[in-house]
C-alpha cells in the first residue's frame, strides 16, 4: 500500500519531522509430521512520525492511516518532545544533520499470487517426499514464511521515499533418534523477494534435504567436540555471523557511544591486514543483496560502511544523531521494524570480503581442528567475546575431515580472533534468514567466504 | 461501534460465512514509554495499538489471521482470507475451540499513568546510578505503561473482557575505566505501581555493582568439573527448557524428552515449580489462556514429580493427553531452606553463573555458552568475575543433579525464582 501524499502534511511540522506510513505482511504455514499445525496471515499498517527538537525526541504511531489521524500523530509527536524539552534543556542547541534522498523500489513479484492453499500443498508434498523416502526420521518440521515490508516516508528535510522489501523462507527442522534421545538439525532457504518468486517448484528441495538427512545421520553418530582453544574453519554462515554479531554490533555508534570496545580502536589495525569487513547497503559486487536498503527510515541516502579494511578498523554504522554526535556523515543504518518502532541504527547486510584460498587448502592446512558449517544462534558483547551455537561442523585430522561433531558453542573475543585469520576463501555466500534483536527485530543479510581462525571451542 | 459490538460483529459475520467454529480477540491498548539512550532522558513514545486475532474452524480445516483495524471493511476483508484459509488447509480432527464458560469480566492496575511521576522516577534512577557507580555506562533504560483492553468471545458463547495496567522497567548497561569495558548486562521487572526507587526492585541494584567489580576478569587457570550456582535472572533459561520440552511444540513432534513422563520424577526431589498466572504474588499474570479458557494457577513439577504437560487445546486432542489449565509461565519455584550465599559457602569449585550466552539447548538436552557476568567460587568464596569461560553439560541430567534451592527468591513481576545449584557441570 503506497501512500501518495505525506508532503501534504508538511504544514504541520513545526521541528525536524519524519513522517511513515508502514504495512507488514507475514504469512506463514507450518507442517508438523503431516499435521497443519499453523495456518496464519497477519497485516499491521499504521503511521508514525518522531519529532527532534533540543537534543530530545518525540515519537507516536496509530494504527489508523486517515488525514486526521496522521494530523494526531504528528501532534503528539511534537507535543512529546515538548514535554521532553521542558523536563531537560540541557541538549538545547543539538541539531541534525541534514539530508535528502528520493528513491522507490519495489521488489514485489510480477507473478499472480497464490493462496495459502498453494503454499500448503507445496510444502505437503515436499512432506510427502520425505515421508516416503525418510521413514527413519522422528520428526518432520517444516516453516514456509513470507514477510512483506512496505514503506511510505516523508521527513522535514525533504526526503521522499517508498520501498517494498520482502522476504519469503522455507526453513525444515529435522530429527532422528539416537540412543533414546533426540538429534535435530535444519537448514533456511529463501531470501529476498516474494514466495511466488522465490520457491518454483518441491522438487528444487530434494537434494537440499537429501543432503540434510545425510548431514542428520552423520551428527547422530557424531562425537562431541574436545573443549579447548582450536584452529576452526567457519564456513560462510559462521563467517556471516561473526561479521554480524562479533563486529558488527560493536560498531553500530550508538552501541559505541554507550561503551562498545570498539570505541578504543578506530584507525588501528584490529585485524590480519587479509580482513576487510563492509556493512553493504544494498548491491555488493553488482548483485543486490539480501536485505537492500536505498534510503532508509530517516531519509538518508544508504551507503556502504567500510567497518574493516586491510585489518584497520575504518568506519562505524551511524543514523543522524550519532553522525552529529561524531562530526560525520550519517550513513543510512536508521532502520525501524513496524510502524510503531522509531528507527535504530541497524546492520544491513554485513559480510567479510572474499580472499584467495580454496576450502580444500583451507583444511589440509589444519593438523587438529573443526571445520564448522552450521549455526543456531550466536550472541555478543560490549567486549567483543562472542559465543556461537554451532549445529554442524566436521572434525579436522591431519588435514583431512573427520567425524561429525554433536552440538556444541564456540567463543572467542572478536578482535583477538580477528588477528588470528591466516587464510580465506575466494567465494561468498549469503545468508538472509536471520532477524536481529536489539529493541525491536529487524531482517538482516549477513554473509561471507570460509575463514580459518583459532575460537575457543565447548565439548566434554 | 464501540468494542464490543465489534467483536459481535465480527463472530456473527464468520457464522454467516459457513464458519462451523470461530473466535475473535480484540486488543486495544496505549503505551507511554520513556526512554534513557547513554545515560540521558532522550525520547518520550505514545503508541496506540489494536490487534484484532481471528481464527475459524469449517469442516475441520482451520485458518487464523489478525489485523490492526477495527472498521466494518477491514473486518470483512480479513474474514474473506480467514475462511479461504480454512477452507485451503487439510481436516484435523483435534482442531477445537473452548467450550462455553460464563461470562466473566476482570480489572487490575492503573487505568493511566501519571508521566511527570514516571519522569521523575526514572531521572532520579539515572542520578543514583551516575553517582553511585560512576564507571557505569547506562546505554538503555525504558521505562513504560500499557494500558489495554481485551475482549474474547467465541461461538461457543465464551465472553471475556480484562482491562489492565501494567508498568515496566528494563535497564541495559556496562561499565567502562579508561582501559576496561565490561560485559553488558540487563535486568528488568513489571509491577502494578511504583512505589519505591526503581533500584529497589528485583535485582537491580546488584546487578550494577556487580558491573563495576567486572571491569576486571580473569579466565579460570585449568578446566574442570564442579557446580554452577544458577541466578533468579539467569534460572529462567534452563527451566524454559523444561517447560518447553512439555509444550504443543515438543510434544506433537515426538522430540520431547518426557513425552511419557507424567506422574514419574523428571528432576530432583527439591524442585517443585508452578505456574500462577492468576496469583496475587504475579503482577504481571493473565486471567484467560490463548485457547479462550479462565487461566487457573498449576503445580508443574510437585517434589521432582511431572504433574502436567503443558499442552493447549490442540495439542491435547492431537496427543489424547489433557489440556494444561494455563498458557505456562507465571513461574514460581518453592524456596530451599537455606540462603544463596550459605549454598556458595559450600561450593568447593565452581561458577555463579548470572547470565548464560549460549544455544539454546540441543533436542537431547546438550548445551554449552559462555558464562558472562558470572564470577568464579573456590573453598566457598567468591573469587573473581570471569572472562572466556564456558559452561557445558545436558539440561536434563543437570536438573536430575540438582543440589540445592535457595531460601531467599526475587520476585520480577512475571516470575518469583531462587537461586539455583547444580553439580557435574564442566567449566572451560
Redesign the interface.
Known amino acids: 500500500m503506497k501512500y501518495e501524499h505525506l508532503n501534504q502534511f508538511k504544514d504541520n511540522f513545526s521541528n525536524y519531522t519524519e513522517l511513515r506510513v508502514q504495512e507488514n505482511r507475514n504469512n506463514r504455514v507450518n507442517l508438523?509430521?503431516g499435521?497443519?499445525?499453523?495456518?496464519?496471515?497477519?497485516?499491521?499498517?499504521?503511521v508514525?512520525a518522531r519529532v527532534f527538537k533540543d537534543?530530545?525526541?518525540?515519537?507516536?504511531?496509530?494504527?489508523?492511516i486517515t488525514d486526521e489521524s496522521i494530523s494526531n500523530v504528528v501532534k503528539?509527536?511534537s507535543e512529546?518532545?515538548q514535554?521532553?524539552n521542558k523536563?531537560?534543556a540541557t541538549?538545547c542547541g543539538f541539531f541534525l544533520p541534514e539530508t535528502q534522498a528520493n528513491h522507490e523500489m519495489d521488489f514485489s513479484t510480477h507473478k499472480n499470487r497464490q493462496?495459502?492453499?498453494?503454499w500448503?500443498d507445496f510444502i505437503?508434498e515436499i512432506d510427502g517426499y520425505m515421508e516416503k523416502k525418510y521413514p527413519e526420521l522422528?520428526?518432520r518440521?517444516i516453516i514456509m514464511s513470507g514477510l512483506d515490508m512496505e514503506k511510505s516516508l516523508f521527513t522535514s528535510d525533504g526526503s521522499e521515499s517508498y520501498s517494498m522489501t520482502p522476504r519469503a523462507l522455507l526453513y525444515l527442522i529435522l530429527?532422528i533418534e539416537?540412543d533414546g534421545?533426540?538429534?535435530?538439525i535444519g537448514n533456511p532457504w529463501g531470501g529476498l523477494g516474494q514466495l511466488e518468486d522465490k520457491f518454483l517448484k518441491p522438487a528444487d528441495y530434494y537434494f537440499g534435504i537429501d543432503t540434510l538427512v545425510e548431514k542428520l545421520k552423520q551428527k547422530a553418530d557424531g562425537v562431541y567436540a574436545e573443549?579447548?582453544y582450536k584452529d576452526v574453519i567457519l564456513d560462510a554462515d559462521l563467517a556471516g555471523i561473526l561479521a554480524h554479531e562479533a563486529i558488527g554490533h560493536t560498531t553500530e555508534a550508538?552501541?559505541v557511544?554507550?561503551?562498545?570496545?570498539a570505541g578504543?580502536y578506530m584507525g588501528q589495525s584490529i585485524a590480519n591486514p587479509l580482513v576487510t569487513l563492509i556493512d553493504y547497503a544494498n548491491t555488493c559486487n553488482g548483485e543486490t543483496c539480501p536485505v537492500p536498503v536505498y534510503v532508509d527510515d530517516e531519509g538518508t541516502r544508504s551507503e556502504d560502511v567500510i567497518i574493516i579494511k586491510d585489518g584497520v578498523l575504518k568506519e562505524f554504522m551511524h543514523n543522524k544523531d550519532s553522525a552529529r554526535h561524531f562530526e560525520v556523515d550519517p550513513t543510512g543504518n536508521a532502520r525501524a521494524y513496524e510502524f510503531?518502532d522509531?528507527p535504530l541504527i541497524r546492520m544491513r547486510n554485513t559480510a567479510f570480503v572474499p580472499g584467495n584460498n580454496n576450502l580444500a587448502e583451507m583444511i589440509s592446512s589444519i593438523d587438529d581442528g573443526y571445520y564448522l558449517v552450521k549455526t543456531?544462534?550466536g550472541?555478543a558483547?560490549?567486549?567483543s567475546?562472542f559465543?556461537?551455537?554451532?549445529?554442524m561442523g566436521y572434525e579436522i585430522k591431519n588435514g583431512k575431515l573427520g567425524r561429525a561433531i554433536?552440538?556444541?558453542?564456540i567463543?572467542?573475543?572478536a578482535f583477538d580472533v580477528l588477528k588470528t585469520v591466516d587464510m580465506i576463501s575466494s567465494d561468498i555466500s549469503w545468508s538472509s534468514a536471520g532477524m536481529c534483536g536489539k529493541?525491536q527485530l529487524i531482517p538482516v543479510g549477513m554473509g561471507g567466504p570460509a575463514i580459518k581462525c583459532k575460537v575457543?571451542i565447548?565439548?566434554? | 461501534m464501540d468494542r464490543k459490538e465489534t467483536v459481535n460483529y465480527c463472530l456473527d459475520s464468520l457464522k454467516k460465512a459457513g464458519a462451523d467454529k470461530a473466535a475473535c480477540a480484540l486488543n486495544i491498548s496505549e503505551k507511554k514509554e520513556l526512554n534513557v539512550?547513554?545515560g540521558?532522558?532522550?525520547?518520550?513514545?505514545?503508541?496506540?495499538?489494536?490487534n484484532m486475532g481471528i481464527s475459524v474452524i469449517k469442516d475441520q480445516k482451520?485458518?487464523?489471521?489478525?489485523?490492526?483495524?477495527t472498521d466494518k471493511e477491514s473486518i470483512d476483508v480479513?474474514i474473506e482470507?480467514?475462511m479461504?484459509?480454512?477452507?485451503?488447509?487439510?481436516p484435523?480432527d483435534?482442531y477445537d475451540i473452548a467450550e462455553y464458560q460464563p461470562a466473566q469480566s476482570f480489572s487490575k492496575g492503573d487505568v493511566s499513568a501519571n508521566?511527570d511521576t514516571m519522569?521523575q522516577s526514572l531521572?532520579e534512577f539515572v542520578e543514583y546510578v551516575k553517582t553511585t557507580y560512576p564507571q557505569i555506562?547506562l546505554?538503555?533504560a525504558?521505562m513504560d505503561f500499557n494500558h489495554s483492553h481485551s475482549l474474547f468471545q467465541n461461538s461457543n458463547g465464551v465472553d471475556f473482557e480484562i482491562r489492565e495496567g501494567m508498568y515496566g522497567f528494563s535497564p541495559f548497561f556496562?561499565?567502562?575505566d579508561e582501559k576496561n569495558?565490561?560485559?553488558?548486562n540487563y535486568t528488568g521487572f513489571s509491577a502494578l505501581k511504583i512505589d519505591k526507587p526503581l533500584h529497589n526492585y528485583g535485582t537491580i541494584d546488584t546487578l550494577l555493582k556487580q558491573s563495576v567489580e567486572q571491569l576486571h576478569t580473569r579466565n579460570i587457570k585449568d578446566?574442570f568439573i564442579g557446580k554452577m550456582v544458577v541466578t533468579p535472572d539467569c534460572i529462567g533459561e534452563f527451566l524454559d527448557f523444561i517447560a518447553n520440552d512439555i509444550s504443543?511444540?515438543k510434544m506433537?513432534?515426538?522430540?520431547s524428552?518426557y513425552k511419557e513422563k507424567l506422574d514419574k520424577k523428571i528432576v530432583h526431589p527439591k524442585l517443585t515449580l508452578h505456574s500462577r498466572p492468576v496469583s496475587d504474588e504475579i503482577a504481571d499474570g493473565y486471567f484467560v489462556t490463548s485457547d479462550g479458557y479462565l487461566a487457573e494457577n498449576s503445580t508443574i513439577i510437585d517434589e521432582g514429580i511431572l504433574k502436567t504437560h503443558l499442552l493447549g487445546l490442540?495439542g491435547s486432542k492431537?496427543l489424547g493427553k489433557s489440556r494444561a489449565v494455563n498458557d505456562g509461565g507465571a513461574y514460581i519455584v518453592d524456596p530451599g531452606d537455606r540462603s544463596h550465599t550459605d549454598i556458595i559457602k559450600d561450593v568447593e569449585q565452581g561458577v555463579l553463573l548470572a547470565r548464560f550466552?549460549?544455544?539454546?539447548p540441543?533436542?537431547?538436552?546438550?548445551f554449552?555458552?559462555?558464562a558472562?557476568n558470572s564470577y568464579y567460587i573456590e573453598n566457598g568464596e567468591i573469587k573473581y568475575p570471569l572472562?572466556?569461560t564456558?559452561v557445558?553439560g545436558n539440561a536434563q541430567e543437570m536438573f536430575e543433579n540438582l543440589d540445592e534451592i535457595s531460601r531467599d527468591r526475587i520476585n520480577f513481576g512475571s516470575c518469583i525464582l531462587p537461586w539455583i545449584s547444580f553439580k557435574g557441570i564442566?567449566v572451560?
Do not use: C, H
Request: no cysteine.
Open positions: 508438523t509430521n499435521n497443519v499445525t499453523s495456518n496464519f496471515a497477519a497485516t499491521n499498517s499504521g508514525s537534543g530530545n525526541w518525540g515519537f507516536s504511531s496509530s494504527p489508523d503528539t509527536s512529546n518532545v514535554f521532553m523536563k531537560n541538549r493462496n495459502q492453499k498453494y500448503i505437503r522422528l520428526s518440521n530429527s539416537k534421545s533426540p538429534i535435530s573443549a579447548g550508538d552501541l557511544m554507550g561503551g562498545s570496545v578504543n510503531s522509531e543456531g544462534n550472541q558483547d560490549s567486549t567475546e559465543m556461537f551455537a554451532i549445529t554433536k552440538d556444541t558453542t567463543s572467542g573475543v529493541k575457543n565447548g565439548g566434554r | 539512550e547513554i540521558e532522558m532522550t525520547l518520550l513514545r505514545t503508541t496506540f495499538n489494536t482451520k485458518g487464523s489471521t489478525s489485523i490492526n483495524k480479513a482470507l480467514v479461504g484459509m480454512s477452507k485451503g488447509s487439510q484435523d483435534a508521566l519522569y531521572e555506562q546505554e538503555q525504558i556496562l561499565s567502562k569495558t565490561s560485559s553488558f578446566k504443543d511444540g506433537i513432534s515426538g522430540n524428552l490442540y492431537k550466552s549460549g544455544g539454546y540441543a533436542s537431547n538436552g546438550d554449552s555458552g559462555v558472562k572472562i572466556e564456558m557445558s564442566t572451560s
